[in-house]
């Protein structure tokens, strides 16, 4: 598929589904854990389930083996990649061509290594963000600025018993869900995240399905 240019406009922020749904999306962020990227792409490999990752490039040696395996997919609809800045600084003190580069090196390697762009969606790292750094996101074609309102609170290393009392509090209808794939304590828990989806009758999809955004049109 060509990747296709930037479209500018104003930038929109989302934390939720919008409007009433079943669907929950999983984001699953930075990667610089090797086994929890390994155990990622094979829970989606084996479940079917839609998730969008956002990796930094500053991971790229945990994330680009796992490329062959992420491509097809990624071209299925299944797997998506947002954009997270390539080094994960803050970007609301960085300068404007700080934050240009960070975006742009970041989706180089994304589409260099997923053959796809990022674009329109950025997650700002820490969701440290306000007007400014969204609309210079913005300019550059990252006018789907995504936050959650839930998260598995596993930037770092959790105890399975608190993760999972995360996973039973946020996973609802509607959430956008956080999650990193640094720490190793998800991966025992895979079948028991897809419990409480599947009980709640939650409908796990990408940033594309949820809001309609597309790889085609970026
Ligand atoms: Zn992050």
Same mark, same amino acid.
């Given at each position: 598929m060509p990747i296709p240019p930037p479209r500018p406009g104003p930038a929109t922020v989302v $934390? $939720?589904? %919008? /409007? %009433? =749904?079943q669907s929950i999306a999983l984001t699953i962020d930075d990667g610089y854990c090797e086994e929890c990227v390994g155990g990622y792409v094979a829970f989606v490999e084996r479940s079917g389930i839609p998730i969008t990752f956002s990796p930094n490039a500053i991971y790229q040696k945990v994330w680009t083996p796992y490329a062959d395996r992420l491509r097809p997919l990624i071209e299925a609809g299944q797997v998506q990649i947002g954009n997270h =800045?390539?080094?994960?600084? $803050?970007?609301?003190?960085?300068s404007d061509a700080t934050i240009r580069s960070e975006l742009e090196r970041n989706d180089e390697w994304i589409q260099h290594t997923f /053959?796809? =762009? $990022?674009?329109?969606?950025l997650r700002p790292p820490f969701g440290y963000r306000n007007a400014h750094t969204d609309s210079v996101a913005a300019g550059l074609g990252y006018t789907k600025i995504v936050m959650w309102n839930g998260s598995f609170g596993d930037s770092g290393l959790l105890a399975a018993d608190v993760l999972l009392g995360e996973a039973d509090k946020w996973l609802r209808a509607g959430t956008i869900m956080l999650g990193h794939a640094?720490? %190793? =304590?998800v991966l025992g828990l895979f079948d028991q995240i897809r419990a409480i989806m599947a009980e709640r009758r939650l409908q796990p999809v990408t940033l594309d399905t949820m809001f309609g955004t597309s790889r085609a049109t970026g």
């Amino acid at each position: 598929m060509p990747i296709p240019p930037p479209r500018p406009g104003p930038a929109t922020v989302v $934390s $939720s589904a %919008p /409007g %009433p =749904t079943q669907s929950i999306a999983l984001t699953i962020d930075d990667g610089y854990c090797e086994e929890c990227v390994g155990g990622y792409v094979a829970f989606v490999e084996r479940s079917g389930i839609p998730i969008t990752f956002s990796p930094n490039a500053i991971y790229q040696k945990v994330w680009t083996p796992y490329a062959d395996r992420l491509r097809p997919l990624i071209e299925a609809g299944q797997v998506q990649i947002g954009n997270h =800045t390539y080094h994960h600084d $803050s970007l609301v003190k960085a300068s404007d061509a700080t934050i240009r580069s960070e975006l742009e090196r970041n989706d180089e390697w994304i589409q260099h290594t997923f /053959g796809i =762009t $990022s674009r329109p969606w950025l997650r700002p790292p820490f969701g440290y963000r306000n007007a400014h750094t969204d609309s210079v996101a913005a300019g550059l074609g990252y006018t789907k600025i995504v936050m959650w309102n839930g998260s598995f609170g596993d930037s770092g290393l959790l105890a399975a018993d608190v993760l999972l009392g995360e996973a039973d509090k946020w996973l609802r209808a509607g959430t956008i869900m956080l999650g990193h794939a640094n720490a %190793p =304590t998800v991966l025992g828990l895979f079948d028991q995240i897809r419990a409480i989806m599947a009980e709640r009758r939650l409908q796990p999809v990408t940033l594309d399905t949820m809001f309609g955004t597309s790889r085609a049109t970026g």
